[in-house]
Structure formats: C-alpha cells, structure tokens
C-alpha cells in the first residue's frame, strides 16, 4: 500500500470533492481511510471523495464516495468536477464520454463551464404536493417559501430519517421560485448528512419537477454556492436529453501520509 498520495481538491459551486487519479489502482479502497481525507479537521475536507479510473469502452470511470466512507450513488457536481480533472489530466480535448454507477455520461468543456448529461428519468412521483424522484441519486423535491431563512437541516434531516426514507436514506430538496425561468435550491445531502452548498443531481431532481408539464426546456439554478443550469426535454412522463451545466474548479493539489 501507498504510504504517500497525491490528490486534487475541486469544487463545483461549493460541492468540494478530494480527487485522486487512480489510474494505477493503488489508492485503499478503506472506509476509514476515505472517512479521514474527508474530514475536514483532520483530514483534507470534502463533501465526497472520487477516483479517476481506467474504463474499457469510455475515456475514463468515476468511483464516487460520500464523506462517510461509503461508495455512493451518482453524484452530478462530482462528475462535473471529474471531467475537469480528467481535462487537466490532458485526458480529452473538450468533449469525452464516462462510466459511473449510473451509467455511461457524456460531457463537454467550455472555458471553465462543464456541462454533463445526465440519466434519463421515467417517472416522478407526486406525494401529496411533494415530489420523489431519481436522476442518478434518489431525491425528495418540496416547493417552500422564503427559502434564505428555511430551516433546512432541521427539516431535511426530518424527512431523510423518517419512516419512509430511514433504512435507504434521500437527498432533501428545498425550492422557491424566483422568477418564469430561475429557482432557489437547498439540499440537505444523505451520506454528509447535512446541508450542502449544492447538489447536482438535486438541482437537475429540482429544475424536471418546476419545468414539468411546462413548455420550458431550461431553467437557471440557484444553489448556495453559485449559479447552474439544467436542461431537459419532455417526452409523456419521461424527461430525456438532461444535461447539467456549471463552473467546475481546481482548488489545491497537494501530498498526504495515509
């Protein structure tokens, strides 16, 4: 086992990841080991943490992990994050193809923007004004009011470990409509188990419940930590053609003793 190694630290609007280029499969895959370089006293610090690895039929492969340890469901920043990393690892040019355990993305980079596209969803459930659906990670969207003062973590944490949701775990989603084309997103994160300055998969979950049954094939999110865009098409009950746009960014890179 590797003593030393070396590691990137990129966040996407706020949503900040340990990036590790596994390309040789020597990093341990430890929970514990994960768990630390998370931490952000003791370790690096990071909502999550994600291998680049090789992939037979793609340029390349995301391993995603939550901040717990655990490997995780997709997770849009991350990727979004991934595919700046693979570019600066001079992997692709400005459009590349990947595996994560959702599937095969497609994605493309343009002047620090990444857009992303993301899995297509069949369905999403209506549950008395509150909405349940899957864009890669489960989540739970409810439309509140007066969103800069909500109390997310309280409700969030709430809803995540009631009885319906306790055991599997979901992502929490607070939104409030700002204008026809642009929504305000909060997202109590499972696996963090807290709030977060944003969430991919939450603002795409977010952006296909406000466009539905609407004309609109875009809308403009807002989340804690910056701006992003989602766009979809409809097709019945299905959404295809989903991408996930926004700025992705290197932070440090650096060298720490496992």
Not at 75 to 104: P, W
Not at 141 to 149: I, K, P, Q
């Amino acid at each position: 086992m590797q003593n030393t190694i070396e590691f990137f630290k990129y966040q996407g609007t706020g949503n900040d990841f340990v990036m590790i280029d596994n390309r040789d499969e020597q990093f341990p895959k430890e929970k514990e080991i994960i768990e630390k370089l998370c931490d952000r006293r003791f370790g690096i610090g990071g909502d999550g943490l994600i291998l680049l690895e090789t992939d037979e039929k793609t340029d390349f492969k995301m391993v995603y992990y939550n901040s717990d340890g655990n490997e995780s469901t997709m997770c849009g920043n991350g990727g979004r994050c991934l595919v700046a990393f693979a570019h600066f690892l001079d992997i692709f040019e400005d459009q590349t193809t990947f595996t994560a355990i959702d599937g095969l993305h497609e994605a493309q980079i343009n002047n620090g923007i990444i857009k992303i596209k993301m899995i297509d969803v069949d369905s999403i459930k209506n549950r008395e004004g509150n909405f349940e659906l899957n864009t890669g990670s489960p989540h739970y969207v409810t439309f509140v009011e007066m969103l800069n003062n909500y109390k997310v973590f309280e409700n969030g944490n709430k809803i995540r470990n009631s009885a319906s949701y306790r055991q599997e775990g979901i992502n929490v989603n607070f939104v409030e409509e700002i204008s026809a084309d642009q929504i305000f997103v909060r997202t109590y994160e499972r696996g963090v188990e807290d709030e977060t300055f944003s969430c991919g998969t939450g603002a795409t979950a977010s952006a296909l419940v406000f466009l539905k049954d609407k004309n609109e094939t875009s809308v403009n999110v807002k989340v804690l930590g910056g701006n992003l865009k989602v766009y979809a098409e409809q097709d019945g009950e299905t959404f295809k053609n989903i991408w996930l746009e926004g700025p992705a960014k290197q932070v440090f890179k650096g060298k720490i003793n496992l």
